[in-house]
């Protein structure tokens, strides 16, 4: 018994330890006339992808700083955020929010910065009080909007769960055509999908705690939950494990990550 209560304290341990890991992955993609994608850092448009911080009580504003100074180091041309910046609002609703706001104001982009919202930023009745964080930060949203950033047409579709979300969207006229989503299963519903070139998502945290031959795949991430997937000769999805955890602060064998796409 005390063998049993050791070991699931050890497990307890590293998998909040594993929480304050980083992982930095590298993509460049080219439409050679198929999508193609390498992992490599080679292309003349960055884009840095990040998902799920949630902020709370586990993962506070200072901790952000981590991320920041690695995004910064990259010197990106675009930063893209695809949703849940919180837990629960209703844990910030009177804590001072002014060290989110700092840290997210500080992450630099040549080109600017876009999010849209994840089904935990509409929790408590928090969705306008998440968009006006990141609108004084200085990002866009794009709530099932589209913007044309250098030769990069960039959308975004709100969360299936607690947004609108218009499927029916369509990039502008450009030479790379990216679209935002929270929840990767959203792919499916998407109207005009081969218009978009690639397509970011997050939610699944993949999985949060893997174990071997045991993935949990929380809705709206049952079909693509972590990684990359050609959806069709013209269109590539990758799925963004993200930052922070839900439920339990702790992962297992799913290093929080932060994604560079080259074009």
Request: charged content about 20%; some cysteine.
């Amino acid at each position: 018994m005390l063998i049993i209560l050791l070991g699931i304290a050890l497990f307890i341990l590293y998998a909040r330890y594993e929480t304050f890991n980083l992982k930095e992955k590298h993509f460049s993609l080219k439409k050679e006339p198929q999508i193609k994608i390498t992992e490599e850092s080679t292309g003349s448009f960055t884009i840095a992808h990040i998902s799920d911080v949630h902020f709370s009580r586990f993962y506070s504003a200072k901790r952000f700083s981590k991320i920041v100074a690695a995004i910064n180091r990259q010197s990106p041309d675009v930063i893209v955020f695809t949703g849940d910046l919180v837990e629960d609002f209703r844990y910030w609703r009177k804590k001072d929010c002014s060290g989110i706001i700092r840290q997210l104001k500080a992450l630099q982009a040549n080109q600017g910065k876009f999010a849209i919202l994840g089904n935990h930023d509409y929790q408590s009745d928090g969705q306008q009080h998440v968009q006006n964080l990141l609108i004084e930060s200085g990002f866009k949203l794009l709530d099932n909007r589209t913007q044309l950033v250098n030769s990069i047409s960039l959308s975004g579709i709100e969360d299936s769960q607690g947004g609108k979300p218009d499927y029916s969207i369509t990039p502008l006229p450009a030479d790379f055509s990216v679209l935002l989503l929270h929840e990767p299963d959203q792919v499916n519903q998407v109207q005009f999908l081969s218009a978009f070139d690639l397509v970011l998502a997050g939610h699944s945290h993949g999985g949060q705690l893997r174990f071997p031959g045991v993935t949990y795949r929380n809705q709206g991430s049952k079909k693509y939950w972590a990684g990359t997937y050609h959806l069709s000769d013209k269109t590539m999805l990758i799925v963004n494990t993200g930052l922070g955890t839900t439920g339990p602060p702790l992962r297992f064998r799913v290093i929080p990550e932060i994604l560079y796409l080259h074009l």
